[in-house]
């Protein structure tokens, strides 16, 4: 079997566009994957393009190597954006191979470790009210856990959205009762101080997580958190990117929950070699994905074959989920059921793309009272 071909699309959604990768070969087989990455979509695909020529004419079989050859081949390595490329080559190259021997991806990893795979979702609101209101209705649709966001558009500092948040996630916890999980991602947005305040003020409502406390750029001040004696269990890693970003992240036992993204950390397998870190340091993998059906499907036959896996994010599903790619990725009573069909189990209609254009987005922004630039 050769590559012949590796091509693109985009898909204009509410939030991001969607970046599909295809690969073709002479087998008839194509593969799919995904390497959306917010903002810079446009950017990835020409990565994508100009990795694609390490791998026409080569035998697609030969993922661990092509990866290697992707990877190190290059002066320059590394980052989101190039990372994000290897990504969703890679995730196309895991398609064709279980398509080509029938079987799942996630039979190609050792085989299922779970019968299903727990999923968590988003809930919205800037007031307390508003955020109840959004919690009840996950809860009616099966869910049984969901994350917030410190952000809010009334807040005139970080310090004062924190305060909001805690106020909104008292009133979600009183409203769900002990039994559903709920977790507060606070974007990397505080100092250590601040962070430490936070999470010391979560600490009554009996969190899953608190997500991405303080900037990715320093993992060291994490240690600071740690040493506040909180019992809120801490996750990052969604800006962390391959086993070499999240290598000191785990030997210094920093976070209790490590959330890779298969659309930048470097692929289904570069997870996997991740989570076989995470798991000698009894870490468990809670993946970052607000992303496609493609990266979900990827996710879900990572989660199925990893013994440490804790929860999967859900993207809210926008109509053209479904009309590009059909209900491949329902959540059934707070859970994705395991695909059954060869290789990932999605399949993209790609005349369906057509009727979701890319669509240019403005940058996000946001400044302080004194106009000073803030983190988004």
Same mark, same amino acid.
């Given at each position: 079997?050769?590559?012949?071909?590796?091509?693109?699309?985009?898909?204009?959604?509410?939030?991001?566009?969607?970046?599909?990768?295809?690969?073709?070969?002479?087998?008839?087989?194509?593969?799919?994957?995904?390497?959306?990455?917010?903002?810079?979509?446009?950017?990835?695909?020409?990565?994508?393009?100009?990795?694609?020529?390490?791998?026409?004419?080569?035998?697609?079989?030969?993922?661990?190597?092509?990866?290697?050859?992707?990877?190190?081949?290059?002066?320059?390595? &590394?980052?989101?954006?190039?990372?994000?490329?290897?990504? &969703? @080559?890679?995730?196309?190259?895991?398609?064709?191979?279980?398509?080509?021997?029938?079987?799942?991806?996630?039979?190609?990893?050792?085989?299922?470790?779970?019968?299903?795979?727990?999923?968590?979702?988003?809930?919205?609101?800037?007031? #307390?009210?508003?955020?109840?209101?959004?919690?009840?209705?996950?809860?009616?649709?099966?869910?049984?856990?969901?994350?917030?966001?410190?952000?809010?558009?009334?807040?005139?500092?970080?310090?004062?959205?924190?305060?909001?948040?805690?106020?909104?996630?008292?009133?979600?916890?009183?409203?769900?009762?002990?039994?559903?999980?709920?977790?507060?991602?606070?974007?990397?947005?505080?100092?250590?101080?601040?962070?430490?305040?936070?999470?010391?003020?979560?600490?009554?409502?009996?969190?899953?997580?608190?997500?991405?406390?303080?900037?990715?750029?320093?993992?060291?001040?994490?240690?600071?958190?740690?040493?506040?004696?909180?019992?809120?269990?801490?996750?990052?890693?969604?800006?962390?990117?391959?086993?070499?970003?999240?290598?000191?992240?785990?030997?210094?036992?920093?976070?209790?929950?490590?959330?890779?993204?298969?659309?930048?950390?470097?692929? @289904?397998?570069?997870?996997?070699?991740?989570?076989?870190?995470?798991?000698?340091?009894?870490?468990?993998?809670?993946?970052?994905?607000?992303?496609?059906?493609?990266?979900?499907?990827?996710?879900?036959?990572?989660?199925?074959?990893? #013994?440490?896996?804790?929860?999967?994010?859900?993207?809210?599903?926008?109509?053209?989920?479904?009309?590009?790619?059909?209900?491949?990725?329902?959540?059934?009573?707070?859970?994705?059921?395991?695909?059954?069909?060869?290789?990932?189990?999605?399949?993209?209609?790609?005349?369906? @793309?057509?009727?979701?254009?890319?669509?240019?987005?403005?940058?996000?922004?946001?400044?302080?009272?004194?106009?000073?630039?803030?983190?988004?």
């Amino acid at each position: 079997m050769k590559v012949t071909d590796v091509r693109t699309a985009m898909v204009g959604v509410d939030r991001q566009n969607w970046l599909f990768v295809f690969v073709d070969t002479d087998a008839g087989i194509t593969g799919v994957g995904e390497a959306s990455l917010e903002g810079f979509e446009r950017t990835v695909e020409t990565a994508v393009h100009e990795l694609s020529r390490f791998l026409v004419d080569q035998d697609p079989q030969r993922i661990v190597h092509h990866w290697q050859s992707m990877y190190r081949h290059n002066f320059w390595r &590394g980052g989101v954006t190039l990372n994000s490329a290897l990504s &969703g @080559i890679e995730q196309a190259l895991w398609d064709i191979r279980g398509k080509s021997l029938d079987v799942p991806v996630y039979a190609l990893l050792g085989g299922p470790t779970r019968d299903r795979v727990r999923a968590y979702t988003h809930c919205h609101g800037a007031t #307390p009210d508003e955020a109840v209101a959004d919690a009840l209705d996950i809860v009616s649709r099966g869910f049984n856990a969901f994350k917030m966001g410190v952000s809010n558009v009334h807040a005139e500092d970080d310090r004062e959205a924190a305060r909001l948040a805690v106020a909104r996630v008292a009133a979600v916890r009183e409203a769900v009762g002990p039994k559903v999980d709920i977790m507060l991602d606070n974007h990397g947005r505080a100092i250590p101080p601040d962070a430490v305040e936070l999470m010391d003020a979560l600490q009554p409502y009996s969190l899953l997580f608190y997500e991405e406390p303080t900037p990715p750029d320093n993992i060291h001040v994490l240690g600071r958190l740690r040493q506040a004696g909180s019992s809120v269990p801490l996750a990052t890693g969604e800006r962390l990117f391959t086993k070499f970003g999240f290598r000191e992240l785990l030997e210094q036992q920093f976070v209790d929950f490590i959330q890779p993204d298969i659309c930048h950390a470097g692929g @289904i397998l570069e997870m996997h070699s991740i989570a076989a870190m995470a798991e000698a340091h009894y870490v468990k993998l809670a993946p970052h994905n607000p992303n496609g059906p493609v990266a979900t499907m990827a996710s879900i036959h990572l989660a199925a074959s990893i #013994p440490n896996f804790l929860i999967l994010e859900q993207a809210k599903q926008t109509p053209a989920w479904e009309d590009v790619s059909g209900k491949t990725t329902t959540v059934v009573d707070g859970y994705f059921q395991l695909p059954t069909a060869p290789g990932l189990g999605v399949t993209i209609d790609e005349a369906a @793309i057509e009727r979701h254009p890319y669509r240019q987005r403005g940058y996000n922004q946001r400044f302080g009272a004194d106009g000073s630039v803030l983190d988004i």
